[in-house]
């Protein structure tokens, strides 16, 4: 893969807590050691999220709002951030405006609507990547939500989606395009933890703990077809009050692990007999292909996602209706008949899903469609 040459600074304008965004941020860190990415965020901790910027990464601070937010997350705690999120929006602009003056032709690349918002109203020119259930769900739900994404999303030089489902949402709600481009996985870091010394047996859940993806269902199937199995619980965000509602169902064997370190989630697939992800919607969920490369059979519930896969991929899948009976019997009954068998990913797997090769796309055909200096 040839290297990018000094191209103009890209600023990534988003959650300084999400993984999502970080890993966009660390791959760009990656293809331009000479010339680093920047990150501009209004958040970096709150709400018992875990650091996950370093002391060596160049980041623009708006005004943090850290030290206005709750310190566990729960339902109240997110309406509050939203609503505290909207009060500082017209002093976002100010700052941010401050903030691009600094940089000649910058390239903004804005991850999630609200910062797509923000870039709206004070970038010439920028790129906006929507979450899955921005185009998904919350328009669909919300008139006031589809306004404010249709305001968001009406000047943005190129945007970017993570599947085709999305894609189409977009055109339908706002007749607008995109361009797909896959989440990468760390595949680097992933075949540098793997051996064929492992041995795999546990029961891993590693969605959100919230009702979107379906853990009363998980626990209520392995009450009835597995109860001595014990389940380990990662999950990237939690909604308190749900987690809460379900705790008659988690038995002293079960492993709450909360938010993991990408490494520390790679170990953990790599010693999972069957996974679970088993949301009531999904985009592309790149957890789900990040089990796959670490060697993990997966129940999943179906989404247009799935039809998109290599077929590789789509071999290590056990697509379940959490709503039958004996879905999750079936599903351990499956990864014991595969899980043995070692995933080899395809060339195809790796050109769609390698992190690196999916950011190499927006410095080589996204971010030099709408900037005057070239690329080499």
């Known amino acids: 893969m040839r290297p990018v040459n000094h191209p103009p600074v890209v600023l990534f304008l988003g959650n300084g807590r999400s993984y ?3 890993d966009w941020f660390r791959s760009a860190q990656k293809l331009n050691p000479d010339n680093q990415p920047v990150l501009i965020t209004d958040l970096i901790v709150g709400e018992s ?12 601070k708006l005004l943090i709002l850290d030290k206005f937010l709750f310190k566990k997350q729960c339902r109240l705690g997110d309406i509050w951030r939203n609503i505290l999120k909207l009060l500082a929006f017209p002093i976002q602009i100010v700052k941010l405006r401050r903030i691009l003056k600094t940089y000649e032709n910058p ?3 804005a991850h999630a609507m609200y910062y797509i918002a923000l870039a709206r109203f004070t970038a010439d020119k920028y790129v906006a990547t929507p979450q899955g259930s921005e185009l998904l769900v919350r328009p669909y739900k919300s008139l006031a939500y589809r306004f404010f994404s249709d305001v968001a999303l009406a000047r943005a030089s ?7 489902a999305m894609q189409k949402s977009l055109r339908n709600l706002f007749n607008l395009d995109a361009q797909v481009v896959q989440n990468g996985v760390d595949l680097d ?25 379906q853990i009363d269902l998980l626990l209520k199937a392995r009450e009835k077809d597995a109860p001595d199995t014990p389940i380990h619980f990662c999950y990237p ?9 379900l705790k008659n169902s988690i038995i002293d064997k079960d492993k709450d692990l909360g938010r993991l370190d990408r490494l520390d989630l790679y170990k953990l697939l790599l ?32 989404g247009a996602w ?11 899948l056990i697509v379940v209706d959490p709503y039958s009976e004996f879905w999750l019997r079936d599903a351990l009954a499956f990864a014991n008949a595969c899980a043995d068998i070692p995933y080899v990913p395809s060339s195809q797997a790796i050109d769609l899903f390698d992190q690196k090769r999916s950011m190499q796309k927006f410095y080589e055909e996204i971010y030099p469609s709408f900037t005057s200096i070239g690329y080499s």
Do not use: W
């Not at 910027?53 to 160049?58: S, V």
């Not at 190129?158 to 085709?164: A, L």
């Open 107 to 109: 390239i903004v690349h």
């Open 237 to 245: 965000f939690v909604e308190a009050e749900y987690k809460d509602s």
């Open 20 to 22: 999502h965004t970080l």
């Open 271 to 302: 010693s999972a007999k069957l996974v679970i992800s088993i949301p009531s919607s999904d985009s592309s969920p790149r957890s789900v292909y990040e089990a796959i490369f670490c060697n993990c059979i997966v129940a999943v519930t179906n």
């Open 49 to 60: 999220f875990k650091k996950l910027i370093t002391e060596n990464d160049l980041v623009r």
């Open 158 to 164: 190129r945007i970017t989606v993570d599947s085709s």
């Open 189 to 213: 870091s992933i075949m540098s933890l793997r051996s064929t010394g492992i041995t795999r047996n546990n029961l891993v859940s590693i969605r959100g703990f919230s009702s979107n993806y």
């Open 306 to 316: 799935i039809s998109q896969l290599p077929k590789c991929m789509f071999s290590r």
